[in-house]
């Protein structure tokens, strides 16, 4: 089946470090997101990249880091410049050449640093 | 993107047809009309998109009134698995960026 996974699904942390979120996808898309949601809100883009060696800041991105050397994979570092962690990290992926694209989104992780 | 206005909750029974309004007053003649919806614990899923025209799929309806500032999602037969908070988001068509309101939660009560 092709899809979107996040591993894993629950994270703790000690503060001070620095923690990478894994998230996979075989759906062959160009583009891939990361999301932070945080509880009762909705989501708020953290980075993106639109092509393998490619990714831009979104509207949260201090504190974060991403690389993208895999078409199907897009790692985010949470690092210990981030000032409130603990969250729910969401990624996504999309056909970035379709001209109105939806996204699909993995499960998640929850990363709660203590 | 243009900002949208959805009600923080509604709720409707089990079985009948659940209509979840939009407003989006501002938006701009090449930006579409999304919705998204969030189970609990889980990632967004796709629902339907349109611009002008309405539009349905095997999950819902929408339809944009004619002048493009409100919407409504129409799920026909709502089930308890339909519980979920309902995002409408209006954006660029081939833009990358989706911009997540607070959404309406959604209840459907047997």
């Known amino acids: 089946d092709g899809g979107i996974t996040q591993s894993p699904k629950y994270l703790f942390r000690k503060e001070g470090q620095n923690v990478t979120l894994s998230c996979e996808q075989n759906l062959n898309h160009d583009a891939m997101y990361w999301y932070r949601q945080d509880p009762g809100q909705g989501l708020r883009l953290i980075y993106y990249s639109q092509i393998v060696n490619d990714f831009q800041k979104g509207d949260i991105a201090e504190g974060y880091s991403v690389s993208r050397e895999k078409k199907e994979s897009f790692p985010l570092t949470v690092t210990s410049a981030q000032k409130n962690p603990t969250a729910f990290y969401l990624c996504a992926s999309s056909n970035r050449l379709a001209g109105t694209v939806e996204q699909f989104f993995g499960p998640g992780t929850r990363l709660t640093v203590l | ?110």
């Not at chain 2, 900002?3 to 047809?17: L, V, Y």
């Not at chain 2, 929408?62 to 908070?85: G, Q, Y």
Request: with cysteine.
């Open chain 2, 1 to 110: 993107d243009a900002k949208t206005t959805q009600p923080p909750s509604m709720d409707c029974a089990e079985g009948r047809a659940a209509n979840l309004p939009c407003n989006h007053s501002t938006i701009s003649g090449n930006e579409y009309v999304y919705w998204y919806r969030q189970i609990h614990s889980q990632g967004p899923q796709y629902i339907i998109h349109g611009l002008k025209n309405n539009e349905t799929n095997e999950m819902a309806s929408l339809i944009i009134t004619e002048d493009r500032k409100s919407s409504t999602l129409i799920l026909p037969h709502a089930t308890l698995r339909d519980t979920a908070v309902y995002y409408c988001i209006v954006r660029v068509g081939g833009a990358q960026k989706l911009v997540f309101g607070q959404g309406t939660r959604l209840t459907i009560n047997p």
